[in-house]
């Protein structure tokens, strides 16, 4: 996954939200843009890794990584 368009998303979220001191000027388009660049590579990349579908991996992982998923792992 793209990890600067992840980390500058997040960056530029947490500026807007005023959870941090950030001093650059960020708007709600280019978090937008970064997210979904973010979203883009992730999925190219599984794409390769499971070039026939990948559906049971990422129901796996999304289900351990929900509150519902942690809580009966447990």
Do not use: Q
């Not at 978090?31 to 129901?59: K, Q, S």
């Amino acid at each position: 996954m793209n990890s600067d368009a992840t980390g500058e998303a997040m960056h530029a979220l947490h500026g807007l939200k005023g959870l941090t001191t950030c001093r650059d000027d960020h708007t709600w388009s280019e978090v937008h843009n970064d997210l979904f660049g973010a979203v883009i590579a992730a999925l190219l990349a599984m794409h390769y890794i499971e070039p026939t579908g990948g559906r049971a991996a990422f129901d796996e992982i999304f289900h351990r990584r929900t509150r519902r998923g942690r809580e009966a792992a447990a």
